[in-house]
Protein backbone atom coordinates (compact mmCIF):
# COMPACT_ATOMS: atom_id res chain seq x y z
CA UNK A 1 0.00 0.00 0.00
CA UNK A 2 1.38 3.48 -1.47
CA UNK A 3 2.51 5.75 2.20
CA UNK A 4 1.30 9.02 1.80
CA UNK A 5 2.21 12.25 3.99
CA UNK A 6 -0.80 13.14 4.61
CA UNK A 7 -4.36 11.27 5.09
CA UNK A 8 -6.35 11.84 1.91
CA UNK A 9 -9.24 12.62 4.25
CA UNK A 10 -7.90 15.47 5.73
CA UNK A 11 -6.64 16.68 2.66
CA UNK A 12 -10.01 16.73 0.84
CA UNK A 13 -11.60 18.63 3.71
CA UNK A 14 -8.63 21.04 4.48
CA UNK A 15 -8.97 22.28 0.35
CA UNK A 16 -12.95 22.27 1.24
CA UNK A 17 -12.61 24.26 4.35
CA UNK A 18 -10.20 26.80 2.44
CA UNK A 19 -12.73 27.37 -0.39
CA UNK A 20 -15.74 27.65 2.01
CA UNK A 21 -13.97 30.23 4.26
CA UNK A 22 -12.17 31.74 1.40
CA UNK A 23 -16.39 33.23 0.55
CA UNK A 24 -17.72 32.89 3.87
CA UNK A 25 -14.92 35.75 5.52
CA UNK A 26 -16.14 38.13 2.75
CA UNK A 27 -19.99 38.79 3.97
CA UNK A 28 -18.39 38.32 7.87
CA UNK A 29 -18.43 42.01 8.40
CA UNK A 30 -22.25 42.74 7.60
CA UNK A 31 -23.63 39.22 9.13
CA UNK A 32 -21.24 38.59 12.03
CA UNK A 33 -19.48 41.68 12.67
CA UNK A 34 -22.74 43.77 12.21
CA UNK A 35 -21.03 46.37 10.46
CA UNK A 36 -22.85 48.50 8.50
CA UNK A 37 -23.18 48.52 4.62
CA UNK A 38 -19.99 50.18 2.77
CA UNK A 39 -21.19 53.97 1.42
CA UNK A 40 -19.47 53.37 -1.83
CA UNK A 41 -18.32 50.95 -4.10
CA UNK A 42 -14.87 51.55 -3.07
CA UNK A 43 -15.53 50.75 0.64
CA UNK A 44 -17.03 47.48 -0.52
CA UNK A 45 -14.69 46.31 -2.60
CA UNK A 46 -11.43 47.74 -0.27
CA UNK A 47 -13.57 45.84 2.34
CA UNK A 48 -13.60 42.65 0.55
CA UNK A 49 -10.20 43.04 -0.71
CA UNK A 50 -8.92 42.84 3.41
CA UNK A 51 -11.16 39.81 3.62
CA UNK A 52 -9.34 38.29 0.87
CA UNK A 53 -5.95 39.49 2.29
CA UNK A 54 -7.15 36.93 5.51
CA UNK A 55 -8.70 34.25 4.04
CA UNK A 56 -5.59 33.55 1.94
CA UNK A 57 -2.59 34.08 5.29
CA UNK A 58 -5.22 31.81 7.38
CA UNK A 59 -5.15 28.99 4.16
CA UNK A 60 -1.27 29.40 3.96
CA UNK A 61 -0.90 29.17 7.98
CA UNK A 62 -3.21 26.23 7.79
CA UNK A 63 -1.37 24.22 4.95
CA UNK A 64 1.66 24.70 6.92
CA UNK A 65 0.46 23.39 9.89
CA UNK A 66 -0.86 20.30 8.04
CA UNK A 67 2.43 19.97 5.75
CA UNK A 68 4.63 17.34 7.43
CA UNK A 69 7.18 20.10 7.66
CA UNK A 70 10.67 19.59 9.34
CA UNK A 71 11.34 21.88 12.51
CA UNK A 72 14.98 22.83 10.58
CA UNK A 73 13.22 23.36 7.08
CA UNK A 74 13.17 27.78 6.86
CA UNK A 75 10.97 29.82 5.57
CA UNK A 76 12.71 29.43 2.06
CA UNK A 77 11.13 25.64 2.06
CA UNK A 78 8.08 26.80 2.61
CA UNK A 79 7.91 29.48 0.19
CA UNK A 80 9.23 27.01 -2.25
CA UNK A 81 6.67 24.61 -1.77
CA UNK A 82 3.78 27.32 -2.46
CA UNK A 83 5.99 28.16 -5.67
CA UNK A 84 7.04 31.47 -4.05
CA UNK A 85 10.11 31.68 -5.83
CA UNK A 86 12.59 34.15 -7.07
CA UNK A 87 14.35 32.01 -9.54
CA UNK A 88 13.38 31.37 -13.34
CA UNK A 89 10.66 34.43 -13.32
CA UNK A 90 11.18 34.98 -16.68
CA UNK A 91 10.22 32.05 -17.65
CA UNK A 92 7.69 31.49 -15.20
CA UNK A 93 6.30 34.23 -17.64
CA UNK A 94 6.71 34.26 -20.89
CA UNK A 95 6.09 30.67 -21.72
CA UNK A 96 2.89 30.31 -19.62
CA UNK A 97 1.88 33.72 -20.83
CA UNK A 98 2.55 32.53 -24.90
CA UNK A 99 0.81 28.94 -24.09
CA UNK A 100 -2.51 31.21 -22.92
CA UNK A 101 -2.55 33.25 -25.97
CA UNK A 102 -3.01 30.29 -27.99
CA UNK A 103 -6.04 29.87 -26.33
CA UNK A 104 -7.14 33.41 -27.18
CA UNK A 105 -5.62 33.69 -30.78
CA UNK A 106 -9.38 34.36 -31.79
CA UNK A 107 -9.68 37.07 -29.56
CA UNK A 108 -6.78 38.88 -30.54
CA UNK A 109 -7.35 38.83 -34.05
CA UNK A 110 -10.27 40.65 -33.50
CA UNK A 111 -8.71 43.32 -31.21
CA UNK A 112 -6.29 43.63 -33.37
CA UNK A 113 -8.86 44.19 -36.31
CA UNK A 114 -10.84 46.77 -34.50
CA UNK A 115 -7.64 48.78 -33.17
CA UNK A 116 -6.55 48.88 -36.97
CA UNK A 117 -9.86 49.97 -37.89
CA UNK A 118 -10.30 52.40 -34.80
CA UNK A 119 -6.45 53.86 -35.89
CA UNK A 120 -7.65 54.33 -39.15
CA UNK A 121 -10.59 56.19 -38.57
CA UNK A 122 -7.73 58.18 -36.65
CA UNK A 123 -5.64 58.76 -39.37
CA UNK A 124 -8.27 59.84 -42.12
CA UNK A 125 -9.66 62.48 -39.53
CA UNK A 126 -6.35 64.06 -38.98
CA UNK A 127 -5.20 64.35 -42.59
CA UNK A 128 -2.62 61.33 -42.41
CA UNK A 129 -0.32 60.18 -40.34
CA UNK A 130 1.35 63.06 -38.45
CA UNK A 131 2.87 63.82 -34.78
CA UNK A 132 -0.64 65.16 -33.48
CA UNK A 133 -2.34 61.60 -34.64
CA UNK A 134 0.69 59.62 -32.81
CA UNK A 135 -0.03 61.98 -30.04
CA UNK A 136 -3.77 61.76 -29.64
CA UNK A 137 -2.89 57.93 -29.95
CA UNK A 138 -0.42 58.10 -27.32
CA UNK A 139 -2.83 59.92 -24.91
CA UNK A 140 -5.63 57.69 -24.89
CA UNK A 141 -2.98 54.76 -24.01
CA UNK A 142 -2.10 56.85 -21.09
CA UNK A 143 -5.59 57.72 -20.03
CA UNK A 144 -6.80 54.20 -20.55
CA UNK A 145 -3.90 52.89 -18.09
CA UNK A 146 -4.49 56.08 -15.64
CA UNK A 147 -8.04 54.94 -15.10
CA UNK A 148 -7.74 51.38 -14.67
CA UNK A 149 -5.04 51.92 -12.34
CA UNK A 150 -8.24 54.27 -10.23
CA UNK A 151 -10.76 51.89 -10.68
CA UNK A 152 -11.11 49.18 -8.20
CA UNK A 153 -12.91 46.34 -10.08
CA UNK A 154 -9.43 46.60 -12.08
CA UNK A 155 -7.90 45.87 -8.80
CA UNK A 156 -10.12 43.31 -8.13
CA UNK A 157 -9.77 41.69 -11.21
CA UNK A 158 -5.61 42.27 -11.84
CA UNK A 159 -4.51 42.30 -8.54
CA UNK A 160 -6.53 40.87 -5.77
CA UNK A 161 -8.83 38.15 -7.24
CA UNK A 162 -5.75 36.49 -8.99
CA UNK A 163 -3.29 36.64 -5.76
CA UNK A 164 -5.33 35.72 -3.26
CA UNK A 165 -7.22 33.00 -5.75
CA UNK A 166 -4.02 31.19 -6.82
CA UNK A 167 -2.56 31.34 -3.30
CA UNK A 168 -5.60 29.64 -1.86
CA UNK A 169 -6.58 27.44 -4.55
CA UNK A 170 -3.43 26.21 -6.17
CA UNK A 171 -0.26 27.26 -3.98
CA UNK A 172 -1.86 25.64 -0.49
CA UNK A 173 -4.52 23.08 -2.11
CA UNK A 174 -1.99 21.46 -4.33
CA UNK A 175 0.76 20.73 -2.36
CA UNK A 176 -2.15 18.96 0.40
CA UNK A 177 -3.52 16.97 -2.33
CA UNK A 178 -0.11 15.85 -3.68
CA UNK A 179 0.44 14.63 -0.27
CA UNK A 180 -2.35 12.85 0.19
CA UNK A 181 -1.27 10.82 -2.46
CA UNK A 182 -3.87 11.96 -5.10
CA UNK A 183 -2.24 11.53 -8.56
CA UNK A 184 -1.27 14.65 -10.53
CA UNK A 185 -4.55 13.83 -13.51
CA UNK A 186 -6.59 13.55 -10.37
CA UNK A 187 -5.44 17.28 -8.57
CA UNK A 188 -6.23 18.42 -12.32
CA UNK A 189 -9.81 17.88 -11.97
CA UNK A 190 -9.70 18.45 -8.35
CA UNK A 191 -8.84 21.84 -7.68
CA UNK A 192 -11.39 23.17 -10.01
CA UNK A 193 -14.09 21.87 -8.13
CA UNK A 194 -13.58 23.05 -5.04
CA UNK A 195 -12.49 26.75 -7.30
CA UNK A 196 -15.95 26.52 -8.94
CA UNK A 197 -17.61 26.16 -5.92
CA UNK A 198 -16.32 29.09 -4.37
CA UNK A 199 -17.84 31.11 -6.90
CA UNK A 200 -21.81 30.00 -6.01
CA UNK A 201 -21.51 33.10 -4.07
CA UNK A 202 -22.35 34.90 -7.31
CA UNK A 203 -25.97 33.28 -7.68
CA UNK A 204 -27.56 35.76 -5.58
CA UNK A 205 -25.87 38.70 -7.77
CA UNK A 206 -26.94 37.38 -10.81
CA UNK A 207 -30.39 36.75 -9.66
CA UNK A 208 -31.07 40.16 -8.87
CA UNK A 209 -29.29 41.36 -11.96
CA UNK A 210 -31.66 39.06 -14.21
CA UNK A 211 -34.79 40.47 -12.60
CA UNK A 212 -35.07 37.80 -10.60
CA UNK A 213 -35.44 35.11 -13.04
CA UNK A 214 -34.28 31.41 -11.59
CA UNK A 215 -33.50 29.86 -15.31
CA UNK A 216 -31.65 32.61 -16.67
CA UNK A 217 -29.85 33.02 -13.62
CA UNK A 218 -28.55 28.95 -13.18
CA UNK A 219 -28.21 29.33 -17.15
CA UNK A 220 -25.73 32.42 -16.50
CA UNK A 221 -24.16 30.32 -13.33
CA UNK A 222 -23.52 27.24 -14.91
CA UNK A 223 -21.92 28.84 -17.71
CA UNK A 224 -19.18 30.54 -15.21
CA UNK A 225 -19.03 27.40 -12.96
CA UNK A 226 -18.06 25.47 -16.48
CA UNK A 227 -15.77 28.28 -17.61
CA UNK A 228 -13.86 28.24 -14.11
CA UNK A 229 -13.53 24.58 -14.09
CA UNK A 230 -11.65 24.67 -17.04
CA UNK A 231 -9.29 27.66 -16.26
CA UNK A 232 -8.84 25.64 -12.72
CA UNK A 233 -7.95 22.73 -14.82
CA UNK A 234 -5.43 24.48 -16.81
CA UNK A 235 -4.35 26.88 -14.28
CA UNK A 236 -3.50 23.76 -11.59
CA UNK A 237 -1.50 22.14 -14.73
CA UNK A 238 0.83 25.08 -15.20
CA UNK A 239 1.27 24.89 -11.35
CA UNK A 240 2.32 21.31 -11.71
CA UNK A 241 4.07 21.76 -14.42
CA UNK A 242 6.30 24.75 -13.57
CA UNK A 243 6.24 24.45 -9.90
CA UNK A 244 6.21 28.42 -10.03
CA UNK A 245 2.57 30.12 -8.72
CA UNK A 246 3.83 33.16 -11.45
CA UNK A 247 2.82 30.72 -13.87
CA UNK A 248 -0.79 30.34 -13.05
CA UNK A 249 -0.75 33.96 -11.96
CA UNK A 250 -0.06 35.18 -15.08
CA UNK A 251 -2.57 33.25 -16.98
CA UNK A 252 -5.34 34.31 -14.54
CA UNK A 253 -4.89 37.89 -14.96
CA UNK A 254 -4.73 37.14 -18.78
CA UNK A 255 -7.65 35.19 -18.71
CA UNK A 256 -9.48 38.28 -16.56
CA UNK A 257 -8.51 40.75 -19.02
CA UNK A 258 -9.39 38.96 -21.78
CA UNK A 259 -12.93 37.13 -21.00
CA UNK A 260 -13.87 34.08 -22.40
CA UNK A 261 -12.42 33.00 -25.78
CA UNK A 262 -13.88 34.52 -29.13
CA UNK A 263 -14.89 31.57 -31.12
CA UNK A 264 -16.33 33.08 -34.10
CA UNK A 265 -17.06 36.83 -35.88
CA UNK A 266 -20.38 37.15 -38.31
CA UNK A 267 -18.45 39.39 -40.67
CA UNK A 268 -14.95 37.91 -39.90
CA UNK A 269 -14.34 34.22 -40.95
CA UNK A 270 -10.30 34.61 -40.08
CA UNK A 271 -11.27 35.16 -36.42
CA UNK A 272 -12.51 31.52 -36.70
CA UNK A 273 -9.29 30.20 -38.38
CA UNK A 274 -7.15 32.00 -36.01
CA UNK A 275 -9.08 30.46 -32.97
CA UNK A 276 -8.83 26.94 -34.54
CA UNK A 277 -5.22 27.39 -35.55
CA UNK A 278 -4.68 28.77 -31.73
CA UNK A 279 -5.88 25.96 -29.86
CA UNK A 280 -4.26 23.30 -31.94
CA UNK A 281 -1.22 25.21 -31.60
CA UNK A 282 -2.02 25.23 -27.76
CA UNK A 283 -2.68 21.11 -28.12
CA UNK A 284 0.68 20.91 -29.74
CA UNK A 285 2.27 22.92 -27.18
CA UNK A 286 1.28 22.55 -23.85
CA UNK A 287 3.94 20.46 -22.78
CA UNK A 288 6.87 21.65 -24.53
CA UNK A 289 6.02 25.34 -23.26
CA UNK A 290 5.74 23.88 -19.95
CA UNK A 291 8.63 22.14 -19.09
CA UNK A 292 9.76 21.44 -15.26
CA UNK A 293 11.84 24.54 -13.74
CA UNK A 294 11.98 23.04 -10.31
CA UNK A 295 15.04 20.99 -11.35
CA UNK A 296 17.68 22.62 -9.78
CA UNK A 297 20.20 21.67 -6.87
CA UNK A 298 18.27 22.90 -3.70
CA UNK A 299 14.79 22.23 -5.29
CA UNK A 300 14.84 18.89 -5.39
CA UNK A 301 15.94 18.58 -1.64
CA UNK A 302 13.16 20.99 -0.86
CA UNK A 303 10.65 18.78 -2.62
CA UNK A 304 11.66 15.44 -1.74
CA UNK A 305 10.52 15.82 2.47
CA UNK A 306 7.55 16.89 1.28
CA UNK A 307 6.53 14.73 -1.57
CA UNK A 308 7.95 11.23 -0.36
CA UNK A 309 6.96 9.08 -2.81
CA UNK A 310 7.98 10.71 -5.54
CA UNK A 311 11.56 10.82 -7.30
CA UNK A 312 13.09 14.31 -8.69
CA UNK A 313 16.64 13.05 -8.22
CA UNK A 314 16.51 12.54 -12.25
CA UNK A 315 16.13 15.93 -13.09
CA UNK A 316 18.91 18.45 -14.35
CA UNK A 317 21.09 20.59 -12.58
CA UNK A 318 22.07 22.94 -15.10
CA UNK A 319 19.99 25.59 -13.75
CA UNK A 320 18.05 25.91 -16.97
CA UNK A 321 14.19 25.83 -17.54
CA UNK A 322 14.47 22.37 -19.36
CA UNK A 323 16.33 19.83 -17.58
CA UNK A 324 18.79 17.57 -18.59
CA UNK A 325 18.26 13.93 -19.93
CA UNK A 326 21.33 12.71 -20.05
CA UNK A 327 20.02 8.88 -20.99
CA UNK A 328 17.12 10.46 -23.49
CA UNK A 329 17.21 8.56 -26.87
CA UNK A 330 19.25 10.15 -29.35
CA UNK A 331 17.81 8.26 -32.33
CA UNK A 332 15.32 10.36 -34.24
CA UNK A 333 13.42 7.57 -35.72
CA UNK A 334 11.81 7.26 -32.12
CA UNK A 335 8.36 9.29 -31.87
CA UNK A 336 7.82 12.09 -29.28
CA UNK A 337 5.73 9.92 -27.35
CA UNK A 338 8.17 7.42 -26.96
CA UNK A 339 10.89 9.78 -25.99
CA UNK A 340 8.59 11.22 -23.12
CA UNK A 341 7.36 7.95 -21.49
CA UNK A 342 11.21 6.82 -21.39
CA UNK A 343 11.80 9.82 -19.86
CA UNK A 344 8.98 9.58 -17.91
CA UNK A 345 10.08 5.85 -16.56
CA UNK A 346 13.14 7.55 -15.25
CA UNK A 347 12.42 10.39 -13.70
CA UNK A 348 8.77 9.53 -12.25
CA UNK A 349 9.19 13.59 -11.07
CA UNK A 350 5.92 15.17 -10.45
CA UNK A 351 6.31 18.22 -13.09
CA UNK A 352 7.27 15.26 -15.98
CA UNK A 353 4.27 12.62 -14.68
CA UNK A 354 1.62 14.96 -16.04
CA UNK A 355 2.55 14.34 -19.44
CA UNK A 356 1.01 10.36 -18.81
CA UNK A 357 -1.96 12.17 -17.32
CA UNK A 358 -2.47 14.40 -20.09
CA UNK A 359 -1.87 11.70 -22.83
CA UNK A 360 0.79 13.40 -25.18
Known amino acids: MEEVAVAKPLAVVACA ?13 TLILRLPHPSSLKDFMIRRFICAV ?23 YLFGVYGLRLDHILQAVIFPLSLTCLMYAGSLVLKSLLLLNSW ?42 PITEELVFRACMIP ?55 FGSYASFLFIRTGHLLAPLVAHIFCNFMGLPVLFSS ?15 FLWERIKTTEPILCEGEIEHLLKPLYGFIDMTSCGADGGI ?28 IAIAIAIATDI
Open 17 to 29: AMAFFYVAILYAP
Open 54 to 76: ISSLVSIILCALILPLDEKQGAS
Open 120 to 161: SDIINSGGGISFGCIKRVLQGILASALSSASNVMAWRNYVVA
Open 176 to 230: LLLCGGFKTNTIIFLCPIFFSLAHLNHLLEVYSRENFNLIKASMVIALQLGYTVI
Open 267 to 281: SKGIVSSAFVAGMLG
Open 322 to 349: WPSYPEAPSNPRIGLRSRWLQRCRRTRG
